[in-house]
T-cell receptor, first 115, second 114 residues
Framework: EAGVTQFPSHSVIEKGQTVTLRCDPI?????LYWYRRVMGKEIKFLLH????????ESGMPNNRFLAERTGGTYSTLKVQPAELEDSGVYFC?????????????FGSGTQLSVL | AQSVTQPDIHITVSEGASLELRCNYS??????LFWYVQSPGQGLQLLLK??????LVQGIKGFEAEFKRSQSSFNLRKPSVHWSDAAEYFC????????????FGTGTQLKVEL
């Protein structure tokens, strides 16, 4: 079974530019999550999709971040315009059901550097 | 609000030595507890989890962790470390009331000396 796929693996952009990160969850997983790790800090929850609906977006930092999951398959996370403090590793995870008893599968992350 | 503290940012051990990574949490009740590992270029992989029952849980790759309610701790242990265990380790907690939103610690980077 293919795992959670994220791309690009690395992205270097200048402040003010736009970047779009993509996540392909494991097939059949209705639940998709975005997390972020700013350098040296903890991994923080951003949001949770159930199929194409946003179940919980309490962790989204501000309105420069836009997450979508059209059709309930892959998801994108757009940052527009990017700021220096957006640098970090963005992780995507998926699970079949939305409960902690269900195993969460993580992708290898996108390293975003905003210069 | 729940929180997780991993007091050791870096730990270096010799191959074959025992390992203990510390994790303390703050939560209103007994949370669900997890340990994840991230090897270079890989995603986070679940090592083990505690939901209820036996407070000593066994995980993959020879790891175990013990939940101690009185100390609000969930320390990860391995009796004999292998060079391939070099990675970053994250402790996490999750709410028992439902949902799949994890709160992670800042991670502990493990270096293994040959």
């Amino acid at each position: 079974e293919a795992g959670v796929t994220q791309f690009p693996s690395h992205s270097v952009i200048e402040k003010g530019q736009t970047v779009t990160l993509r996540c392909d969850p494991i097939s059949g997983h209705d639940n998709l999550y975005w997390y972020r790790r700013v350098m040296g800090k903890e991994i923080k929850f951003l949001l949770h999709f159930v199929k194409e609906s946003k179940q919980d977006e309490s962790g989204m930092p501000n309105n420069r971040f836009l997450a979508e999951r059209t059709g309930g398959t892959y998801s994108t996370l757009k940052v527009q315009p990017a700021e220096l403090e957006d640098s970090g590793v963005y992780f995507c995870a998926s699970s079949r059901q939305g409960h902690l008893l269900e195993k969460l599968f993580f992708g290898s992350g996108t390293q975003l550097s905003v210069l | 609000a729940q929180s997780v503290t991993q007091p050791d940012i870096h730990i270096t051990v010799s191959e074959g030595a025992s390992l203990e990574l510390r994790c303390n949490y703050s939560y209103g009740a007994t949370p669900y507890l997890f340990w994840y590992v991230q090897s270079p270029g890989q995603g986070l992989q679940l090592l083990l989890k505690y939901f209820s029952g036996d407070t000593l849980v066994q995980g993959i790759k020879g790891f175990e962790a013990e939940f101690k309610r009185s100390q609000s701790s969930f320390n990860l242990r391995k009796p004999s470390v292998h060079w391939s265990d070099a990675a970053e380790y994250f402790c996490a907690v999750g709410p028992t009331g439902g949902g799949n939103k994890l709160t992670f610690g800042t991670g502990t980077q493990l270096k293994v000396e040959l």
